[in-house]
């Protein structure tokens, strides 16, 4: 099973970028896909997840309104649309995979971890 964030990068505060998780070795319509963040000194957050079916997501209240999860099974990726993005955004962004339906699921539920991708915010 591998899991793969990709599409981080350096962008201006009030702007818009999108990482993308590319799955294989699973059946990814079968499983729930989380986004997750850590800043320097920080714990990781949970910021957004997605159901197998891509009909219920979840993100935390700090993202809430400027990102937006989306799925496409066929093409077993992930992506996470941030917009009007903030210097506290600033982490490295990782996404995850747990087998079923979840609305929340903490960062202990998945099972699967993809190396994650820098985001950098300048302000």
């Known amino acids: 099973v591998q899991l793969q964030a990709y599409g981080g990068g350096l962008v201006q505060a009030g702007g818009p970028l999108r990482v993308s998780c590319a799955v294989s070795?699973?059946?990814?319509?079968?499983?729930?896909i989380g986004w997750f963040r850590q800043a320097p000194g920080k714990e990781r957050e949970g910021v957004a997840c997605?159901?197998?079916?891509?009909?219920?997501?979840y993100y935390a209240d700090s993202v809430q309104g400027r990102f937006t999860v989306s799925r496409d099974n066929a093409k077993n990726t992930v992506y996470l649309q941030m917009n009007s993005l903030k210097p506290e955004d600033t982490a490295v962004y990782y996404c995850?995979?747990?087998?079923?339906?979840?609305?929340?699921?903490?960062?202990?539920?998945?099972?699967?971890w993809g190396q994650g991708t820098l985001v950098t915010v300048s302000s």
């Open positions: 997605i159901q197998n079916s891509g009909s219920v997501t």
């Open positions: 070795g699973i059946t990814s319509d079968y499983y729930t």
């Open positions: 995850a995979a747990v087998r079923g339906s979840y609305y929340y699921a903490g960062a202990f539920v998945y099972a699967y």
